[in-house]
């Protein structure tokens, strides 16, 4: 008979990337790292507005990795509905969304009681300056560029809503 396995618990880290074959641009992602980091707040929850279902459960999988709870939202109408009944710590905004685009979804949620200072991060990979301006003008606090750097997101998240 033989003796059960040992398993070994540790801290991995490592970078895979994972190809978005919904467009034909392919935009590659880095994996997140597999253990929470320092900077993390767990039980907060963060609306992730992101119209490509693989990086919206990227985007929530490292997120719940890190003790958030996560909201999802597919279009910029969906995004102002969720955000109006969750009222969420933070919302992570695609900027190219079908119904409203990520600017016309952060300007409608500016617009509502008790969320004109709720933290909105652009994420896009529309990364030259004229997207970044945009989306600072409709209202965004941040601009994360994709492929999504998931340790500046986490620092970005957490400067937010501390600052909240």
């Avoid at 905004?93 to 909105?120: K, N, W, Y």
Wanted: proline content about 8%; charged content about 25%; aromatic content about 8%.
């Amino acid at each position: 008979m033989s003796s059960p396995p040992f398993y070994n618990f540790f801290r991995a880290e490592w970078s895979v990337a994972i190809p978005r074959a919904a467009r034909p641009h392919g935009v590659f992602f880095m994996m997140p790292q597999t253990s929470p980091t320092p900077d993390a707040l767990p039980g907060h929850l963060v609306l992730v507005v992101e119209d490509t279902q693989d990086t919206r459960e990227l985007i929530k999988f490292a997120l719940e990795l890190n003790g958030y709870q996560v909201v999802e939202a597919e279009r910029g109408d969906e995004a102002v509905e969720a955000a109006v009944r969750h009222h969420p710590d933070a919302i992570i905004m695609d900027m190219s969304l079908p119904v409203f685009d990520g600017c016309q979804a952060t300007r409608t949620i500016r617009r509502q009681p008790g969320l004109e200072h709720v933290p909105i991060i652009a994420c896009t990979a529309h990364n030259r300056w004229e997207w970044r301006a945009k989306a600072i003008v409709a209202g965004c606090d941040e601009f994360l560029e994709k492929p999504i750097d998931f340790a500046r997101l986490g620092s970005m998240l957490s400067r937010h809503i501390r600052a909240a």
